[in-house]
């Protein structure tokens, strides 16, 4: 697991590197995307990237992390429109070639296969962006989520819904209380994990990421499994980390060449 602590535009530009650097080798990569404010200036930078250096994502495809359980289809909040709305609508990107787990299906486990398969017969996720909640989600695995959880249905935690109620004119009710989310075991397949962090809110769940124990009770953790973790963060987010130091002296000792 690499941490990197630096400011939040430097964070946006290393994402992108790494985003860009991928497309440019493999125009017809995989691409994980997130959603939530953690990732919005990695998409903007992309799309700086796509109209003024012709940064193209024509041949790539896209899946996302998660969505909500029962938002209507035009419902701005749900994940799909969202990722139209910050990345995919916005670079030469096919909507036919973003997919995102169906929190509409009348059968809902049925779908959560689905798009497992739809990830496997895509040839895997090569570069999956994530952002982390306060209580250590990734995805919507929340506290509790097994370790080896693929996608299927789960109840989101009060914290989560209490955090995510900005996006709904601060009206609690109006979260939903279910989503579909990719598992930990899905998101561990994925050939490099970035992670996004910034704010002292988040400063506890990338301690526990990086520093505690592997386990459910902060589902972030389970990244310490994974051979190729990028953790992104600013100062306010290291702020309870033990090793920050370490990190700052190892990030800038690295050769510029080496890349995430
Ligand atoms: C959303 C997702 C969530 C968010 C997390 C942090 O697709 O996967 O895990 O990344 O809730 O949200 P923000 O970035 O809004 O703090």
Known sequence: MEVVIAPADVLARLAADTVEGLLRTRPDAVLGLATGSSPLAVYDELVRRHVE???SFARARAFTLDEYVGLPLDHPQR????IARELTDRVDLDPARVAGPDGAADDLPAACAAYEQAIVDAGGVDVQIL???TDGHIAFNEPGSSLA????????????RQDNARFFDDDLEAVPQHCVTQGIGTILAAGHLVLLATGRAKAEAVHQM???PVSALWPASALQLHPHVSVLIDDAAA???QLADHFRQTWAAKPAWQGL
């Not at 994940?79 to 969202?82: E, P």
């Not at 959880?149 to 989560?160: C, Y």
Request: aromatic share 4%; charged share 25%.
């Open 53 to 55: 250096e012709g940064l």
């Open 79 to 82: 994940y799909r429109n969202v």
């Open 131 to 133: 952002g982390i909640g």
């Open 149 to 160: 959880s693929r996608t299927r249905v789960k109840t989101l935690t009060a914290q989560t």
């Open 210 to 212: 990086v520093e505690g």
């Open 239 to 241: 702020s309870r980390l």
